[in-house]
């Protein structure tokens, strides 16, 4: 299998967030050939246009991050039913790069956690985002997970045997969608 190189993203800037709890586990469960390096939004300033070329240093480190991604891996809190800032600020930035290389045409997989339907809404709402961003979301399987159970330790750790292995299943999807995007 050709090694495949995923940029995971949360929308959540929490340490103890259960969609960075989703994020660690596939770090643990990538399968073989699947490296998972997961990005820090946290020093991520709101995109402005004025200071697009003006660029902090944590938007050049995430902007490097993501051209060496072959994969994005998206982690997709949901606030007032749609995505979360962060993420969609992070998406923006990236957008900025000449001709959008660093997303244009690249496969990506999408999970959330959330309350009520554990973030469905804002995964919709995501995927109209990476239409117009050129990117390819996988459609299935999905992952909706409801955060204020029993599915996450209080660290936001994911303990739940059925969500650990739908995302097993998630990365596998990947894996093989980045294989019939990219021939």
């Known amino acids: 299998m ?3 190189n995923v940029l995971g993203i949360s929308g959540s800037l929490r340490k103890a967030s259960t969609n960075r709890g989703l994020l660690r586990w596939a770090q643990n469960c990538a399968p073989e050939g699947m490296q998972i390096e997961t990005a820090d939004l946290s020093e991520i300033p709101f995109f402005n246009a004025d200071h697009q070329h003006d660029q902090a240093e944590a938007v050049l480190t995430l902007m490097h991050q993501a051209e060496g991604a072959d994969a994005l891996l998206l982690a997709c809190p949901e606030y007032n039913y749609s995505l979360a800032p962060a993420l969609k600020n992070a998406l923006d930035w990236l957008s900025r790069a000449p001709d959008n290389h660093l997303l244009a ?4 997989a999408i999970m959330s956690s959330g309350g009520g339907q ?3 809404r804002a995964q919709y709402h995501l ?19 409801h955060a204020f159970g029993s599915s996450f330790d209080p660290q936001g750790n994911l303990v739940d045997d059925k969500i650990q292995k739908q995302i097993r299943e998630l990365l596998a999807a990947l894996a093989d969608w980045h294989g019939r995007i990219r021939r």
Not at 129 to 145: A, D, G, S, W
């Open 105 to 108: 045409g690249k496969p990506v």
């Open 127 to 145: 995927r109209q985002v990476c239409v117009y961003l050129n990117l390819h979301p996988l459609n299935k399987p999905e992952i909706f997970c």
């Open 2 to 4: 050709e090694a495949i």
């Open 118 to 120: 554990g973030g469905a």
